[in-house]
């Protein structure tokens, strides 16, 4: 038998035992330090498809959750807005009761004061309702680049006299989840501008009766009367949006709180999967190390120098 071969041969497998198990050694140590069993798909082959699985989920739910608050957002600065709308409104009902008095009606400086503040209450209503609080209109439906409503005429002062809705006619519906969709960005004409219930109409109609300027065949009474009647049917429709929005918030908060929940358990599940089982790994440190001890003690003997002459 040739020793020195065999003596060669026997150093070469240590080396390469050295090798594996400092490999081995510096992957358990990883682990401890990172917490991270599984990084890619070589270090469990059999895990690492549940695990793909379970990150595309958090994925999935973590764009889920915010595009829920992005509605979630929306949604609430809608609710601002229709609550604005409705303020204006409380304080045109109060405008017309107080126009509707025998002192006002024949006070003329009375009823311009009264107009001029309606003025100023129509330039508000149509801010609100033109509101794009993420550089989108919250009231055109699906048109939701185009500002909604213009004045589309003015009186012979310059003041709004009609005003157009230029939106679509269909809502923005944002997709929650698997086969779920909530509206968002609603149509500004159905909820501004209903026959009867206009906003805009029934403001321009009480300023203009209190500057004398009354429909055919109608007394200042009855005009006032009627406006009165527009302004709470305009008010109803209004706090009907108001009730479906928060509604629709509602519906939001308890899928967020879902989503939460499947988050907590989709990140345990995949915690499970690629995180470190810190008790096994320091055991594998300790088996790796006390193997690389024997391979050294094994090496050291090979390169003893009295071996080596005897196999000289």
């Known amino acids: 038998m040739n020793l020195r071969v065999s003596s060669l041969t026997q150093s070469n497998n240590a080396v390469a035992n050295i090798r594996a198990r400092s490999s081995e050694l510096a992957k358990f140590q990883e682990q401890i330090s990172s917490g991270v069993r599984v990084a890619r798909a070589s270090d469990d082959p059999g895990s690492y498809p549940a695990l793909a699985q379970a990150r595309a989920a958090a994925d999935r739910l973590t764009s889920y959750s915010q595009t829920v608050a992005d509605a979630t957002s929306v949604l609430n600065a809608g609710v601002n807005v229709l609550q604005d709308v409705n303020d204006v409104l409380v304080r045109a009902r109060q405008i017309a009761l107080e126009a509707g008095n025998a002192t006002t009606e024949g006070e003329p400086t009375s009823r311009e004061a009264l107009a001029t503040e309606l003025d100023g209450m129509i330039g508000r209503a149509l801010t609100a309702a033109n509101s794009r609080p993420d550089g989108k209109t919250l009231f055109a439906g699906t048109a939701f680049a185009t500002p909604p409503f213009r004045v589309a005429t003015t009186d012979a002062s310059g003041r709004p006299?009609?005003?157009?809705?230029?939106?679509?006619?269909?809502?923005?519906?944002?997709?929650?989840?698997?086969?779920?969709?909530?509206?968002?960005?609603?149509?500004?004409?159905?909820?501004f501008q209903q026959s009867g219930a206009d906003v805009f109409a029934s403001l321009i109609a009480l300023r203009d009766t209190l500057r004398g300027t009354l429909p055919v065949g109608t007394t200042y009474s009855q005009a006032i009367t009627q406006q009165l009647t527009d302004v709470d049917a305009a008010r109803t429709v209004v706090g009907e949006s108001v009730g479906e929005q928060a509604s629709n918030l509602a519906t939001l908060e308890a899928l967020q709180t879902l989503i939460g929940d499947a988050q907590l358990d989709t990140a345990a599940r995949a915690n499970e999967l690629e995180g470190t089982d810190f008790a096994e790994a320091i055991v594998k440190v300790r088996e790796q190390e006390t193997?690389?001890?024997?391979?050294?003690?094994?090496?050291?003997?090979?390169?003893?120098?009295?071996?080596?002459a005897f196999i000289g």
Not at 166 to 176: F, L, M, V
Not at 292 to 308: H, N
């Open 291 to 308: 193997a690389l001890q024997a391979i050294y003690a094994v090496t050291a003997k090979l390169a003893d120098p009295g071996l080596l």
């Open 161 to 191: 006299a009609t005003i157009a809705y230029d939106g679509s006619t269909d809502r923005t519906r944002t997709i929650t989840g698997r086969g779920t969709t909530v509206d968002t960005r609603y149509v500004g004409s159905e909820v």
